[in-house]
């Protein structure tokens, strides 16, 4: 068998993700247990083999490049798929089917991570004591969770989805595939006994600032500016019950709405996010995601009081 003069090693690919990880060849080095010029010429012989610059070194270390972030992520996804490899291959070999065990690593937006996974997880790690779940905590913005799996840090993401399909992650992270789980809407929430909510002054929470509340956003002739900007939904909850103005969220995150606020829904037409989990057709594939995604098909839709 021979190989190409572009294949990398897992040796390469380790390198590559430990000098993302670390940002600097000496400490990417001292990680692996390799000297400093070991790591250099290794990602020396990377960049000749994939015909790019990976890294971009200096004084204060190496910074990749958007090839070398590319590179970066894929390596961390082929190491993980090695690792999965050994595990399954094992355990095919056994009599009796295997138990999926071992690390599977979950990346969430916070209301999610709060109100749905954790009954997921219970569910999960009573038929399959073996799994370990890892969470991640992400804001859902910009790249967002789905991120996390493209960028080979997450196995699964629980996203939300592409408002126009309600299936698929974002046009900007090619290569994932996605299910959808439930739809959930947007509500008023507004100081408690307040007569006339909608002339408050808006308190705006970063997350809002999705496509499948902005079409809904620019006909609403009553809302006004934000007057307060707050990237974390909960003090954006805690500023509405101290009567700074209203907002508008969704369902999942009212579920932590604090006492001395009302939660009045947006009829006739509110608005709608899509949750679903979001990961690799790779990883789709192995026992540990597959087992997530079960638990993660029976979960319910939140229902706001």
């Known amino acids: 068998m021979t190989t190409s003069p572009t294949d990398l090693t897992p040796a390469d690919l380790r390198i590559l993700a430990a000098v993302d990880r670390e940002g600097s060849f000496t400490a990417a080095g001292a990680a692996l247990g390799l000297s400093q010029s070991a790591v250099s010429h290794a990602v020396r012989g990377c960049e000749r083999k994939l015909g790019a610059v990976l890294f971009e070194r200096g004084r204060h270390g190496a910074r990749t490049t958007p090839a070398g972030a590319k590179a970066a992520a894929h390596a961390r996804q082929i190491l993980h798929l090695l690792a999965v490899l050994a595990a399954e291959t094992r355990a095919a070999a056994t009599p009796e089917p295997a138990e999926p065990a071992g690390p599977v690593r979950i990346a969430a937006f916070r209301s999610a991570a709060a109100h749905l996974l954790p009954a997921v997880l219970a569910r999960l790690t009573a038929r399959h004591p073996g799994l370990r779940p890892e969470v991640r905590i992400v804001r859902d913005i910009g790249r967002g969770t789905a991120g996390e799996v493209a960028d080979g840090h997450a196995d699964l993401a629980v996203a939300t989805l592409d408002a126009a399909t ?94 001395g606020v009302t939660v009045a829904p947006l009829d006739p037409d509110p608005p709608t996010r899509h949750v679903g989990y979001v990961t690799t057709p790779a990883l789709a594939r192995t026992a540990a995601v597959r087992a997530v995604i079960r638990e993660l098909r029976t979960a319910q839709a939140p229902a706001l009081d």
């Open 166 to 259: 309600g299936s698929t992650p974002s046009p900007a992270l090619p290569g994932l595939v996605a299910g959808r789980l439930f739809s959930e809407p947007y509500a008023l929430v507004h100081p408690a006994g307040h007569p006339r909510p909608r002339t408050l002054p808006l308190v705006d929470w970063d997350e809002n600032c999705g496509s499948y509340t902005r079409e809904w956003w620019r006909r609403q002739s009553w809302i006004p500016a934000a007057t307060v900007t707050v990237e974390d939904d909960t003090v954006t909850l805690s500023m509405v019950a101290q009567g700074l103005g209203m907002s508008i969220m969704p369902a999942l995150t009212l579920l932590s709405a604090p006492p």
